[in-house]
């Protein structure tokens, strides 16, 4: 067996050892064969046009083996309920709706450079597109003025091995530069951090001075720079998993001051698994202040001492159109915000509801942030938030937040807990099959939950790998990410599962209505 056969034969090699043990060690033992199998130094080039291929089987998968589940869910969840003459809010996103919403981002972005990142002409177009839209609403609309410092890249950064093998790696292909990495050059040994590198166990033995070289996963990359940086290492490198393959860049709410890279999985294990590897790198930032804008839309009805906060972030990164990432989510926003004046949620009104379309999510949850910050300013005060990140993914799963899992008071879990229930029982009540996810401090409800404030919601996952569970529950492809397109170029209106942006975009839905509509909001996210 040779060549490329040989190659996916060691692929599928890979992911069966990869699944005959859970976690971090099942990575680990896969890429020793791989390794072994001298597929490292080619994973790179060959993973890209092998893994496009598997990634667009998604799409196909998801539309036979989940054919039946699927218009099981959609036929229940789209019956339309009529009270007297007002139809609810659910029926009255639809998906042709959505679609349009997604497409007109998809057209500024491609207009921009192929993005929308915050602080950049696509984003502002896609502000200006969220504000005419919203002009026919009956909401008051206002606009939050947010400050950005981030990063941007002065030149061609270098990125070599220099030892044991000469070899100089491509930017864009096989590394990326995070937007809140520091500049320097660096010449230095690489040293590979035990499993994810998220807890000070995983630097046993660091010797201050080396690059880290971490496996992406498991915690937010803020908490896999502090840790490099708390243990003096000279630059990071995180490195892709086998499923994802290429290079990429992410978020973080903490400025480095150390270069930051994220690397292919490829580039990774090339340098995992070298004879004690050195690398050269070079690169220049210039930090940018810039202000952006939050969107804001209010409902002029509704008990203001008890008022709902219903947000999305609207930016991408500056790798891609972030259609699903979060295009998805703001277009769900944008419509229930049109809406809902003329659904029942609007007739029945008991609690003032705010539409938030946050700006610069993408680098740091800043948007969010500066949102709760001001909140001693606003003339109403926040009860509950619920947040729409990411509903369209390709591989998805309905996923919803332990109120246990959130950080906070044994108040603060309750209240999310309240919340996990009106999600999960929503999702029952419509037939749709869902699990239960854990929060971490990736998305905007982190500011809202650091100050006290319940929130939840459904996703439908990023990065991470679909389990041979979840997709024995939702169907799509098992060992491969939920959304293969995950902060890169490919993240564009082609997507979106129309069946998971439909079961998302109603659950939540209903559940602003019946937050919106609830007589005692107070008493009943207490209990």
């Not at 340098?271 to 790198?281: C, N, R, T």
Request: glycine share 10%; charged share 15%.
């Amino acid at each position: 067996m040779a060549g490329e056969e040989h190659e996916e034969a060691l692929l599928d090699a890979y992911v069966t050892a990869r699944d005959g043990t859970e976690g971090v060690q099942g990575f680990v033992s896969a890429d020793v064969l791989l390794a072994g199998g001298g597929v490292s130094r080619r994973w790179s080039r060959w993973c890209h046009s092998v893994m496009a291929k598997r990634s667009a089987r998604v799409t196909v998968a998801l539309a036979t083996a989940s054919l039946a589940l699927a218009l099981l869910v959609v036929g229940v969840v789209t019956t339309v309920v009529m009270n007297g003459n007002t139809p609810k809010l659910p029926d009255l996103v639809t998906l042709a709706n959505l679609k349009g919403h997604l497409g007109q981002l998809q057209t500024i972005a491609d207009a921009n450079n192929g993005n929308r990142a915050a602080g950049t002409s696509g984003y502002n177009d896609s502000v200006s597109y969220v504000i005419d839209t919203l002009a026919k609403s009956g909401l008051d609309v206002w606009t939050q003025p947010v400050t950005i410092h981030s990063t941007t890249v002065v030149g061609t950064p270098v990125f070599r091995e220099v030892s044991p093998a000469a070899q100089d790696f491509v930017w864009h292909t096989d590394f990326e530069v995070f937007g809140v990495s520091a500049s320097g050059v660096v010449n230095s040994a690489v040293f590979s951090v035990a499993n994810t590198g998220c807890n000070a166990t995983d630097y046993a033995g660091f010797p201050a001075g080396q690059v880290a070289l971490v496996l992406r996963g498991s915690c937010t990359f803020s908490e896999k720079l502090a840790q490099a940086q708390s243990f003096g290492a000279s630059a990071l490198l995180v490195y892709n998993t086998a499923t994802s393959c290429k290079s990429f860049s992410g978020s973080s709410d903490l400025l480095a001051t150390i270069p930051f890279f994220g690397i292919s999985y490829g580039t990774g294990l090339q340098l995992k698994y070298a004879q004690d590897a050195v690398i050269y790198l070079e690169v220049t930032v210039q930090e940018v202040a810039s202000t952006s804008l939050n969107v804001i839309a209010e409902t002029k009805s509704g008990k203001k001492s008890t008022t709902v906060v219903v947000g999305a972030h609207l930016d991408s990164t500056a790798s891609g159109p972030g259609i699903n990432d979060n295009g998805s989510g703001a277009a769900v926003l944008l419509e229930m915000a049109t809406r809902f004046k003329s659904s029942h949620a609007s007739k029945k009104q008991k609690n003032h509801v705010v539409f938030g379309f946050w700006t610069a999510e993408e680098v740091g949850l800043l948007g969010s942030r500066a949102f709760v910050q001001h909140r001693a300013e606003y003339s109403f005060t926040i009860a509950a938030n619920v947040n729409l990140d990411m509903l369209g993914s390709p591989n998805y799963v309905v996923s919803v937040h332990t109120g246990e899992s959130a950080p906070g008071t044994v108040q603060l879990q309750t209240s999310c807990g309240v919340l996990q229930k009106l999600f999960s029982d929503t999702l029952k009540k419509a037939g749709a099959p869902y699990t239960l996810g854990t929060y971490s401090n990736s998305s905007d409800y982190g500011p809202f939950l650091d100050v006290g404030i319940p929130a939840n919601g459904v996703e439908a996952g990023a990065g991470g790998v679909k389990s041979m569970d979840e997709r024995t529950t939702f169907g799509g492809l098992a060992n491969t990410p939920y959304d293969p397109c995950y902060h890169t170029a490919c993240d564009t209106a082609d997507n979106i599962n129309d069946d998971a942006l439909v079961t998302m975009s109603h659950a939540t839905a209903s559940v602003v209505e019946q937050l919106a509509t609830k007589g005692d909001l107070a008493e009943f996210l207490a209990a």
